[in-house]
């Protein structure tokens, strides 16, 4: 069954360029270093594995939000929306 | 009953400052951009207002997700922790 995630990032600027390109072959690009999705727990360790690959531990720093259910849960945008996909508010 | 709440935030530069001062005033510090938090509705409704009053809604981005419960949410961080508080992982 596919969680909800978030992922929100903060890595050095040399490394920005690859991590965005390595998380948005499995979750939506929604604002400044942070995508969301559905993703199946093995793509999600998949993602987890790559990103280590491409970042440095003692500089990078990544949160993975995951929700296993969607009914709690809201999302709601202020001002401009930058993403480009269409998500239920 | 408070709600988890996660801030996303994507602002001019000119009012970054102002931004994170209001809204670490209901929420945790996580990372750049990033703030989180268990939050009650009246004052996410405060939070979202005083926003509203120090930011540009044409050039600004908020992403507020809330989750009514904890019980499917799991965070995990890889990386250096940047935020201050101590959340269960």
């Known amino acids: 069954m596919p969680v909800f995630t ?14 965005l390109k390595t998380a948005r072959k499995y979750l939506h690009w929604v604002q400044n270093s942070v995508l969301e ?5 093995a793509n999600l ?3 987890k594995e790559e990103l280590k690959k491409i ?11 995951t929700f296993r259910t969607e009914r709690y849960y809201s999302r709601e945008i202020y001002g401009i929306k930058k993403g480009g996909h269409d998500m239920f508010l």
Do not use: H, W
Request: glycine fraction near 6%; avoid cysteine; hydrophobic fraction near 35%.
């Open 6 to 19: 978030i992922l929100v990032y903060d890595v050095g600027e040399k490394r920005v360029a690859r991590v």
């Open 55 to 65: 970042s440095k531990e003692e500089e990078d720093s990544f949160i993975f939000y």
């Open 37 to 41: 999705g559905e993703i199946t727990d």
């Open 45 to 47: 360790k998949r993602l």
